[in-house]
């Protein structure tokens, strides 16, 4: 993104997006970060580097993620607490895919407050379960640079290359079917009960996660602009 494609203003808050596996959380953080500047903080891309690397972490999270449930609370909390003191992080952030518990919810609002951050903006993405198989199982995601394609609706040009940067595209091993039944189970049991806990505060935005990428992307957008 060049510097004229910036937004002008400052984000200077958390943005968390909430919504079930595929409903395209990463893919609307990603650029919502980019737009203002900020880091996009994904406790998935996150993991899934200690795994990769073969750290002490990446081992008790590996087989977690393999079976489409959480990791516990105490293992993320940790890892989150240490990156939002991080100096990029001074003028926000966007969470894609934190909290995923009321108990991470709660120590994340503690943490903003003694950070001295406004109230965070919580985008909730809303879909029909239905079309999260096909997305998540068509999805596939560039090696380099990370960009999400699917191979029904957001194909590469040159199947298996990324459009960005020519890295290879691979598919998350907990995008097999068998896999992606149980995260969504762990969605709703553990995750979906956060929708009530923002609205309860008022913090909640809903929006509809059926449309276009680049109509929820300015959905969102006027948002954020809006809660300002
Ligand atoms: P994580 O990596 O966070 O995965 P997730 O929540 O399951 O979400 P996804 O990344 O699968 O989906 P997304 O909503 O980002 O969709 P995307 O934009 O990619 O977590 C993985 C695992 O790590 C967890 O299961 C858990 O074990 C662990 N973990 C992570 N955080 C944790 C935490 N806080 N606590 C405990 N454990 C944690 O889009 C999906 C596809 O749809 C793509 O192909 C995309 O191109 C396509 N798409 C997106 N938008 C649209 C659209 N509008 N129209 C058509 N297609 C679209």
Do not use: W
Request: hydrophobic residues 35%.
């Amino acid at each position: 993104m060049t510097p004229e494609q910036r937004h002008p203003d400052k984000l200077d808050r958390a943005v968390i997006f909430l919504g079930p596996p595929g409903s395209g959380k990463g893919t609307q953080a990603i650029e919502l970060a980019k737009k203002y500047g900020v880091p996009h903080l994904s406790t998935g891309d996150m993991f899934r580097e200690h795994v990769s690397k073969g750290t002490p972490l990446g081992a008790q999270a590996k087989p977690i993620m393999e079976r489409g449930e959480l990791v516990p609370d105490s293992l993320v909390l940790k890892m989150i607490a240490e990156r939002i003191e991080r100096p990029d992080c001074s003028h926000g952030f966007v969470f894609d895919g934190f909290p995923r518990t009321e108990a991470q919810a709660k120590y994340l609002g503690e943490l903003l407050k003694d950070h001295g951050y406004k109230r965070p903006f919580v985008i909730h993405l809303v879909i029909d379960p239905s079309i999260l198989m096909r997305r998540l199982t068509g999805r596939r995601t560039c090696k380099v640079g990370g960009e999400i394609y699917n191979i029904y609706d957001r194909p590469p040009k040159v199947e298996g290359v990324c459009d960005n940067d020519g890295g290879e595209l691979m598919q998350r091993p907990d995008d097999r079917e068998e896999v992606v039944g149980a995260r969504l189970q762990a969605y709703e049991k553990q995750t979906a009960p956060l929708a009530a806990y923002y609205q309860r505060r008022g913090l909640l935005h809903d929006i509809d996660a059926s449309k276009s990428v680049e109509e929820i992307g300015r959905q969102i957008l006027q948002a954020v602009r809006g809660a300002r």
